[in-house]
């Protein structure tokens, strides 16, 4: 079945740390998220101790990664071969036909992906961001690789948003921060968005001290968890100018 979001990201871990709550919210309505990683995070964290070796921590990243899928009912997962750290040496026309093949069979209405700095400027994120958005309007054109199905129009993209959760938290706050479009309550999947973190367990390094660590001293605690927020990348914007509470504000026909 289509999926109303679709998710075009790097690394295993990096669905829980941007968008769980909001995919296990979808999930819970019947509308479950559908997600491309490009890597299976070959260069990443072994776990402390260590829960992989270098040759099979690609593997064991991958086998977390459906774990997380599955505690926030992600129902399409699509794991592309390509090299962690070395995603911006990939062929571009190779990446496109990956995403328009996905973006096609799904057809969702929104797509999410990271921001053009990549958030934390990693350069596998960017190039995903890069990457997105070249495939999002390629899709739309019946032209480009019509062996990959019909084309098909996104309606909406959206990028991480500049607030880092364990550092502001409060909504009211958070709307009123530029880059800021859209504010997804996730309190009630917040179980969920933890337990998806919890899956990444060869990367508990450097989850625990943000999401528990970072979010105690700054006050957050748990209210880490109870919001997402995005910003609006391209397409139809959140109407009134935003922030909107939903994802989807606005794109109801």
Not at 152 to 163: D, F, G, I, K
Not at 240 to 253: K, R, T, V, Y
Request: net charge negative.
């Amino acid at each position: 079945m289509p999926h109303d979001l679709l998710a075009l990201l790097a690394h295993p871990d990096d669905e829980a740390f941007f968008l769980a709550g909001t995919a296990a919210g979808l999930a819970a309505a019947g509308r479950p998220a559908g997600l491309v990683c490009c890597t299976r995070g070959q260069q990443g964290a072994l776990g402390d101790p260590p829960l992989a070796t270098r040759e099979t921590v690609g593997a064991v990243r991958e086998g977390e990664l459906r774990a997380a899928c599955a505690a926030v009912g992600i129902a399409v997962l699509a794991v592309l071969d390509y090299e962690d750290k070395r995603l911006a040496e990939a062929d571009p026309a190779a990446v496109r036909a990956a995403f328009v093949r996905v973006l096609r069979a799904e057809r969702p209405r929104v797509v999410a992906t990271f921001d053009p700095n990549g958030v934390t400027a990693h350069p596998d994120h960017i190039a995903v961001s890069r990457f997105a958005l070249d495939a999002v309007t390629a899709a739309a054109d019946a032209r480009w690789s019509p062996e990959l199905g019909p084309a098909h129009q996104v309606r909406r993209v959206v990028w991480t948003a500049p607030p880092l959760p364990w550092e502001e938290w409060r909504p009211e706050r958070l709307r009123a921060l530029a880059g800021v479009d859209y504010v997804v309550d996730t309190r009630a999947h917040a179980a969920a968005k933890e337990a998806a973190l919890a899956a990444h367990r060869t990367q508990q390094g450097s989850i625990r001290p943000l999401w528990y660590d970072a979010a105690a001293r700054s006050g957050a605690g748990r209210g880490a968890f109870a919001t997402e927020c995005f910003r609006h990348a391209w397409g139809e914007p959140p109407p009134g100018g935003g922030p909107a509470d939903d994802l989807f504000s606005g794109l109801d026909n």
